[in-house]
């Protein structure tokens, strides 16, 4: 089994640009899908990205997701913060039938 | 609307038994993979367990394996988790997603807590 591992926590100001990375410990990171939740205090988990780089529909496009192959790792770009952003984020993906999350990352706009 | 409803959270004694359900509704139940994951207070998110549509392939969590059970009834659009055995590290919010797709969760229903202490 492979691991998923994202930095604790990031904070940025509002209007800004962040980035939480998300780095796989085994095996390519290009071999499955990525995907990233988004989940406010007290609240379920939501999809922001999918498939690496693919917004659901409700999304605004200041989400964006990539992946490198470089540095075995996938990452979330969140442009023009706003402070309803606050939240912890999780990346997810797989291998055969056995699912991943990372530890999940707090990001705090301020 | 989707809609991911679950009940049977509670609290139960280590070694005990609880039963979890998720009711689904807003979309057809029986084509869809189901998965429960669940998440340790203040912690990240665990996978825990997946069943196809017709529930013929099952995949758990090595920390569940041989103690937790995943069902579905698709007449009932419900998805349903055994517990069985259970240990203070159990303690989390269930919750019941639909999928994976493509090995995506969503969406998420509001999740029940279970807690295990004597």
């Known amino acids: 089994n492979f691991m998923l591992t994202q930095p604790h926590s990031v904070s940025e100001s509002p209007g800004k640009t962040v980035t939480i990375s998300c780095t796989r410990s085994?095996?390519?990171?290009?071999?499955?899908?990525v995907q990233w939740y988004q989940q406010r205090p007290g609240s379920a988990p939501t999809t922001v990205i999918y498939e690496d780089n693919q917004r659901p529909s409700g999304v605004p496009d200041r989400f964006s997701g990539s992946i490198d192959s470089s540095s075995n790792s996938a990452s979330l770009t969140i442009s023009g913060l706003k402070t309803e952003d606050e939240a912890d984020y999780y990346c997810?993906?797989?291998?055969?039938?056995?699912?991943?999350f990372g530890g999940g990352t707090k990001l705090t706009v301020l | 609307q989707v809609q991911l409803v679950e009940s049977g959270g509670g609290l139960v004694k280590p070694g005990g038994s609880l039963r979890l359900s998720c009711a689904a509704s807003g979309f057809t139940f029986s084509d869809y993979y189901m998965s429960w994951i669940r998440q340790a207070p203040g912690k990240g998110l665990e996978w825990v367990s997946y069943i196809s549509s017709s529930g013929s392939t099952i995949y758990y969590a090595d920390s569940v394996k041989g103690r937790f059970t995943i069902s579905r009834d698709n007449a009932k659009n419900s998805l349903y988790l055994q517990m069985n055995s259970l240990r203070a590290e159990d303690t989390a919010v269930y919750y019941c997603?639909?999928?994976?797709?493509?090995?995506?969760?969503?969406?998420w229903g509001q999740g029940t807590l279970v807690t295990v202490s004597s």
């Open positions: 997603a639909r999928g994976p797709l493509r090995f995506l969760f969503d969406p």
């Open positions: 085994s095996g390519s990171i290009a071999s499955n899908y």
């Open positions: 997810q993906s797989y291998d055969s039938s056995n699912v991943v």
